[in-house]
């Protein structure tokens, strides 16, 4: 299964930078800290129900953002921040300050709040993008057998989820595990149940 990284090497990091007004290195320690808390997200509201709305939600993404590269010009940052919203709903901004008041050896300067709060919109769409491709592949391969429901809870939307979190090799974020960033595991993990339940619109 394709790794955190190998979407991390697709970003344009250097127009990430140039949107968020700092350098390349505090652009992908900024990204290398938010993807895993976004993915983090969304594995615990698959975890508690959510997984049928989440691989809808993929689904209607589709492949486009991550098909030949990704392009900044292509994202829609609206549509980030309400994919933001369902994932992290009233912890958002306790996401936010947990990711945020860091100073990774490789950023040439602080990754604050602020930065994150920026930054988060416009990996949304490209995380959904990205899962949209690897769910696909997965169910292409099981066309040959069985193919598994995406609210399967030993398979589907959740095992791409926990692929790609269980691939991580630097201090990600996962639902059920514990985070470099403080308490960033206990907020991801209070989130279930939160995306496609309809307290956020």
Do not use: R, W, Y
């Not at 492949?63 to 829609?76: H, I, K, N, P, Y």
Request: glycine fraction near 18%.
């Amino acid at each position: 299964m394709s790794s955190l990284e190998e979407l991390i090497s697709q970003l344009p990091i250097g127009d990430i930078a140039n949107k968020l007004g700092v350098d390349s290195g505090t652009a992908e320690a900024a990204v290398k800290q938010a993807l895993p808390a976004l993915l983090g997200g969304l594995e615990a509201n698959a975890k508690d129900g959510g997984a049928d709305s989440i691989a809808k939600a993929v689904e209607q993404h589709g492949t486009s953002l991550v098909d030949g590269g990704v392009s900044l010009d292509d994202v829609d940052t609206a549509d980030g921040e309400k994919i933001v919203d369902h994932v992290f709903g009233d912890k958002k901004q306790d996401v936010v300050a947990a990711l945020g008041n860091t100073q990774p050896a490789a950023a040439a300067s602080p990754i604050s709040g602020d930065l994150i709060g920026k930054l988060l919109p416009m990996l949304a769409p490209v995380v959904m993008s990205f899962l949209a491709k690897q769910f696909q592949g997965k169910s292409a391969a099981s066309d040959a057998t069985a193919a598994e429901p995406a609210s399967s809870g030993g398979g589907g939307i959740g095992d791409v989820l926990g692929g790609l979190l269980g691939g991580l090799t630097g201090g990600g974020a996962s639902a059920s595990g514990g985070s470099s960033s403080g308490g960033l595991g206990d907020i991801l993990g209070s989130l279930g149940g939160l995306f496609g339940s309809g307290t956020k619109k």
